[in-house]
Each structure stands twice: as structure tokens, then as C-alpha cells.
């Protein structure tokens, strides 16, 4: 069964520096999504990305945050200065453009700032 | 704005036995969608169910089933026969079929599962 794929599982970055997560969707899906869960708490949406640009952003996705389908397969979530309060798992998912078609995640990438 | 509670923190079961899971929601509109996600250890997102809130019928997935009550805005998830397997943080997620198609998820807070052999 396709999967979302995400890349790197586990980041560590120090603090102020810029860091690229990536996410590579199921490829006939059309909607891409961002989501983050601070450990122990609640999965809280990001951003959600649709016919190349950002149809939807939470109060979290601020000018630190950016979003980028590069290529055609690829979907990057870019955090230019990172805060220690970036630390948290970031989840993509994909889905296909059906109104009750499910969310895809991918495995997460584990953010750490120190 | 829609919301969605789910009032367990933490549920245990013992393996074999059958356990439900609590989820309200917090919504003006009419057509929706509820879904219920598992996030083992391995904190990989797993759909465990969707409903459409449509469909008067309840969704059943093997051992997973819901009771879903629009008019009370309640969406439970019970689990038959549990198995070690099933122990994992459990989200119901709600997302509105406006227009739109990109609508996102919103999650509760989430309930821990924990089975006992």
C-alpha cells in the first residue's frame, strides 16, 4: 500500500538556525497538510497546501513557517529560525480529492532544539 | 468554531474484553466527517475508522465499531475482543465537508489505551 514518507525521522538544530522538513505524499493525492504534536499533547493543524499554494494556515504557522512543493513530488515545511518551542513531532499527510477520503500520515519527523 | 472533547485521558481493558472510547464534538453545520486515528508507540498516525455523518449507519471495521448520535454530537469508538496489540493514544478527529475539499482535520485531545494480558 503507498505510504507518506517523511525525511529525516529525528532532526536536532540549534536554536535560530533553519531547518527543512520533507514529505513525499501518495502520489495521486491532491491535498497536503502539515500538522505538529508537541510530546504529550494534542495533534494541532499547520497549514494545508492545494493546487500549489496554502488554501488554509493556523495561528502557529507564522512568517518563521513556509511551505513548498519544490518538484512535483516533494511537499517541505521550512522553519527559518527555529525556537526551542519548535521541539515536536511534525506530521505530512496527504489526501486524495474526495469529499470523505481519510488523511494519510506519514511516520513523523521528531524535531529537537536545543 | 468546531471543537471536539474527548473526556478520558487514559482507559484500560484487559485483553479479550471490549472497551469504548468517548468523543463529543462541537459543531453549527450539518454534513461532516468524524474519523478515529490510532498513534501507537511508534507515534505513526493510523486510521481506525471514519463515519460520514450522512450515513445514519454506524461504521464497522472488524472489531472496531462506532456509535455515532448526531443529534447528542457523540462519537464513540468501542473495541471488541482487544488485543495487546490495540494499546496506543486514540484521536477522534472532525473535519467539516464545506466547500472547500482541503478542509483540515481537528483533532481531540486524545484518550491512552492501555491493555492488560
Known amino acids: 500500500e503507498p505510504e507518506v514518507t517523511q525525511t529525516p525521522s529525528h532532526q536536532v538544530t540549534q536554536m535560530g538556525q533553519e531547518v527543512i522538513l520533507r514529505c513525499v505524499p501518495i502520489?495521486?493525492?491532491?491535498?497536503f497538510y502539515w500538522y505538529r504534536q508537541i510530546l504529550g499533547q494534542k495533534v494541532e493543524f499547520l497549514v494545508s497546501?492545494?493546487?500549489?499554494?496554502?488554501?488554509?494556515k493556523s495561528e502557529i504557522f507564522d512568517d518563521q513557517f513556509s511551505v513548498e512543493r519544490p518538484d512535483g513530488s516533494n511537499f517541505t515545511l521550512k522553519i527559518r529560525s527555529t525556537k526551542l518551542e519548535d521541539s515536536a513531532m511534525y506530521f505530512c499527510?496527504?489526501?486524495?480529492?474526495?469529499?470523505?477520503?481519510?488523511?494519510?500520515f506519514g511516520n513523523g519527523t521528531r524535531l529537537t532544539v536545543t | 468554531a468546531q471543537t471536539v472533547t474527548q473526556s478520558q485521558p487514559e482507559m484500560s481493558v484487559q485483553e479479550a474484553e471490549t472497551v469504548t472510547l468517548s468523543c463529543t464534538y462541537d459543531?453549527?453545520?450539518?454534513?461532516?466527517?468524524l474519523f478515529w486515528y490510532k498513534q501507537p508507540p511508534s507515534r505513526q498516525m493510523i486510521l481506525v475508522i471514519r463515519?460520514?455523518?450522512?450515513?445514519?449507519q454506524n461504521a464497522t471495521e472488524n472489531r472496531f465499531s462506532v456509535n455515532f448520535q448526531k443529534a447528542a454530537k457523540s462519537f464513540s469508538l468501542k473495541i471488541s475482543d482487544s488485543q495487546l496489540g490495540d494499546a496506543a493514544m486514540y484521536f477522534c478527529?472532525?473535519?467539516?465537508?464545506?466547500?472547500?475539499?482541503?478542509?483540515?482535520?481537528?483533532f481531540g485531545a486524545g484518550t491512552r489505551l492501555a491493555v492488560h494480558p
Open positions: 499527510a496527504s489526501r486524495i480529492p474526495r469529499p470523505q477520503s481519510p488523511l494519510h
Open positions: 502520489s495521486n493525492h491532491l491535498y
Open positions: 497546501f492545494y493546487n500549489n499554494e496554502i488554501s488554509e
Open positions: 459543531t453549527s453545520e450539518s454534513d461532516y466527517y
Open positions: 463515519q460520514e455523518a450522512y450515513k445514519q
Open positions: 478527529a472532525y473535519r467539516s465537508a464545506a466547500s472547500g475539499g482541503y478542509n483540515k482535520l481537528i
